[in-house]
Structures are given as C-alpha cells and as structure tokens.
Nanobody, 123 residues
Framework: QVQLVESGGGLVQAGGSLRLSCVAS????????MGWFRQAPGKEREFVAA????????YSKESMKGRFTISRDNAKNTVYLQINSLKPEDTAVYFC????????????????WGQGTQVTVSS
C-alpha cells in the first residue's frame, strides 16, 4: 500500500508564496512519477503538475505554467509544489498523487491519493 501525506498549506495573502510537500511511504518512491492536483470549492478536481520518477521531466497545466513548479527529492521520498504570486482563485485543497504510469496522472486518474492540504489565499 502507498501512503501520501501532504503538508505546507495554510492561509496566505495574495501575492505570497507557498511550498507544499508530500511525503510518500509504502513503496519505492523513487521509481514512480508523482503529481499534484487541486480542488476548489464547488469545482471538479483538476490537474496541476506531474514529474517523472527521475525528476528530469515535468508537466504542468498550461494555465499554471510560470507560477507552479513541481520538484522532487527521492532521497527524502518527497515531492514539492512551489506556488508563487498566489491569487484568491488558487484557493483549493491540494492533493498529491502517484501511479506507475505517468499518463494516468496527466489525465487525472492515478491510483493513489493523499488526503490533501488546504490553501486559502486572501485578497
């Protein structure tokens, strides 16, 4: 079984930054791609970014390129999401996820999810 635990969310003013973390356990983390998703109130969960097992390639939703950066540290079994220039519309629960197949992440259907961390951006 895979466990994913996110942290780093909170209340932040517009224009600020946050770095979300997700620690994975239960399998060989470094062998699998990882991703971040978010779900805003009243909206469907949406893909934010994904990263290959080695970290050599990353993929982001087009509208999020530039402000959202995904990275990973395989020695720490951790994937990160750096969010800069936060906007009120970034308010959402942010989830990390993993799957053996990168495409499953990119289409929003990974096998494993974390419980999420709340990000609230005040104007």
């Amino acid at each position: 079984q895979v466990q994913l635990v996110e942290s780093g969310g909170g209340l932040v003013q517009a224009g600020g930054s946050l770095r979300l973390s997700c620690v994975a356990s239960g399998r060989t983390f470094r062998n699998y791609p990882m991703g971040w998703f978010r779900q805003a109130p009243g909206k469907e969960r949406e893909f934010v970014a994904a990263i290959t097992w080695s970290g050599s390639s990353t993929y982001s939703k087009e509208s999020m390129k530039g402000r959202f950066t995904i990275s990973r540290d395989n020695a720490k079994n951790t994937v990160y999401l750096q969010i800069n220039s936060l906007k009120p519309e970034d308010t959402a629960v942010y989830f990390c996820a993993t799957d053996t197949i990168l495409t499953h992440l990119r289409v929003g259907k990974p096998d494993y999810w974390g419980q999420g961390t709340q990000v609230t951006v005040s104007s």
